[in-house]
């Protein structure tokens, strides 16, 4: 089979160690996020695993805080907030 074959554009591969291989497409998502509110994500989850006993992922720790940041009355405000005093405008 020709390499134009063999692999389709738009498609992600891995090597495993013997060759190219199709990597499943994954709901997933990245976002990539400050250290500063990483770090917030990290104390959340230890709250969490001394309240519930288990350690959840981070990922779910991250979506909790999101959806309660969303129902904030003022979270425009805090986004304005932080963009300042990160990018000092």
């Known amino acids: 089979m020709t390499p134009s074959k063999l692999y389709q554009k738009g498609?992600?591969?891995a090597f495993d160690g013997e060759a190219f291989v199709e990597l499943e497409p994954s709901d997933e998502r990245k976002l990539p996020v400050t250290e500063e509110a990483v770090n917030a994500v990290k104390a959340v989850r230890k709250a969490a695993h001394?309240?519930?006993g288990l350690r959840p992922e981070l990922s779910l720790c991250?979506?909790?805080m999101l959806l309660a940041a969303a129902e904030l009355p003022d979270i425009a405000q805090r986004v304005k907030a932080l963009g300042q005093r990160i990018y000092g405008s």
């Open 50 to 52: 001394r309240a519930i």
């Open 11 to 13: 498609k992600l591969y």
């Open 62 to 64: 991250a979506s909790a």
